[in-house]
T-cell receptor
Framework: AQSVTQLGSHVSVSEGALVLLRCNYS??????LFWYVQYPNQGLQLLLK??????LVKGINGFEAEFKKSETSFHLTKPSAHMRDAAEYFC??????????????FGQGTELSVKP | SQTIHQWPATLVQPVGSPLSLECTVE??????LYWYRQAAGRGLQLLFY????GQISSEVPQNLSASRPQDRQFILSSKKLLLSDSGFYLC???????WGYGYTFGSGTRLTVV
């Protein structure tokens, strides 16, 4: 079974500072890993995903994440925060067998605040 | 391309009233479909998933049920709503892409039980 833990339900950074959102996963099979962003009163938007190719994954809006199997982590980073990055971020894990009923399991979310 | 439609976008219902949220998928056949709920201040919780018509698996015990009457239709229901059923409900489906696969989400239904 898969599970995801996001460390820190709230993270606050200053504009221009590094963003680091932590995600650790548990999976009995090689995982697919995702980061989604949810802006206020909107649905989910995919930021990036890891699907067993390069361990450093680049996504939209300047975000990237690195898959570290030894640490079972998939932390999300952005070198310089912008005010528009304020949102809630979800890490998610799924097994490869999506066409056999594989499920997307989410972490509890991290709310990112950006101070001017 | 795969698209998921959900309606209504917002809903305010009294405690004890019934519920029916509909999700339909375009652009694919025989999709796996999922219902997620995001309660206030909490993450996304998987409620139900379906791999085909009439096939429903429940992830957590609750006051809700799901049905899959057609290949591309997934319905979330309740006979009597509770205050704790308030939340943001998302329908989702995995999709194949050139880069492996991802998930398509509907725009969600915000349910407030009063």
């Amino acid at each position: 079974a898969q599970s995801v833990t996001q460390l820190g339900s709230h993270v606050s950074v200053s504009e221009g500072a590094l963003v680091l959102l932590r995600c650790n996963y548990s999976s009995s099979v090689p995982p697919y890993l995702f980061w989604y962003v949810q802006y206020p009163n909107q649905g989910l938007q995919l930021l990036l995903k890891y699907t067993s190719a390069a361990t450093l994954v680049k996504g939209i809006n300047g975000f990237e994440a690195e898959f570290k199997k030894s640490e079972t982590s998939f932390h999300l980073t952005k070198p310089s925060a912008h005010m528009r990055d304020a949102a809630e971020y979800f890490c998610a894990v799924s097994d490869r067998r999506y066409n056999q009923g594989g499920k997307l399991i989410f972490g509890q979310g991290t709310e990112l605040s950006v101070k001017p | 391309s795969q698209t998921i439609h959900q309606w209504p976008a917002t809903l305010v219902q009294p405690v004890g009233s019934p519920l029916s949220l509909e999700c339909t998928v375009e652009g694919t056949s025989n999709p796996n479909l999922y219902w997620y709920r995001q309660a206030a201040g909490r993450g996304l919780q998987l409620l139900f998933y379906s791999v085909g018509i009439g096939q429903i698996s429940s992830e957590v015990p609750q006051n809700l049920s799901a049905s899959r009457p057609q290949d591309r239709q997934f319905i979330l229901s309740s006979k009597k709503l509770l205050l704790s059923d308030s939340g943001f409900y998302l329908c989702a489906s995995p999709r194949a892409s050139l880069w492996g696969y991802g998930y398509t989400f509907g725009s969600g239904t915000r349910l407030t039980v009063v």
